[in-house]
């Protein structure tokens, strides 16, 4: 009986047979390939998390960087605007600079080209046409003008002691004594007029 069971399996052709083992390896291969895919996947989504994470947190890097460069600008150039305004105050004769320069710097803007320009109610008027008209206008920041002329006598200021220097009197071969009251008084005169008195 064994051989006519073994006899009733039909017979496949080799081309049949080689159909079945393409299918067999090829629904292997699909199944490795699907394993594979769900295995790697979420290693490639938490790479690609990481990449984002660390894309922000250049992105918020650069921002910062932008902002800082931004203020370290605009620091540079109020400096600048500053230090510009101060020397042409300087240059019209100010005495009191600081005072002058808190009083005009509001007024004082720079334009697009680089200029400095003063905004005032009667329009745009350039830095230095603005600081002379301001000058003009307020001579209390000047220096206090000398009194005298000829004929003038000046007031003894205190302290001063009343030995004035008389250029004739000094001359080489002159004793120690009168060449330090000398040295003094020029010392006192120079201190005088470095305080604008």
Not at 78 to 89: F, Y
Request: charged share 35%; aromatic share 4%.
């Amino acid at each position: 009986m064994e051989q006519k069971s073994q006899d009733q399996t039909p017979e496949v052709s080799p081309q049949t047979q080689g159909e079945d083992w393409k299918n067999v390896v090829r629904s292997v291969i699909q199944e490795y390939v699907t394993v594979e895919r769900r295995q790697t996947e979420p290693a490639y989504k938490n790479e690609l998390v990481e990449e984002r994470r660390r894309r922000e947190s250049l992105e918020r890097r650069v921002n910062e960087l932008v902002e800082e460069n931004k203020r370290s600008r605009q620091a540079a150039e109020e400096t600048d605007r500053g230090s510009q305004i101060r020397a042409e105050l300087q240059r019209l004769g100010v005495a009191k600079v600081d005072l002058a320069f808190k009083i005009v710097k509001d007024e004082i803007v720079r334009t697009a080209e680089g200029a400095l320009i003063a905004k005032t109610a009667e329009g745009e008027r350039g830095l230095r046409e603005h600081l002379t008209s301001f000058v003009q206008e307020n001579p209390e920041f000047l220096p206090a003008r000398i009194a005298g002329g000829s004929g003038a006598l000046s007031p003894q200021r205190a302290g001063g002691g009343s030995y004035g220097v008389e250029l004739e009197r000094i001359h080489p071969g002159m004793s120690a004594d009168e060449l330090q009251r000398v040295r003094e008084q020029i010392s006192q005169v120079a201190a005088q007029s470095l305080r604008g008195e």
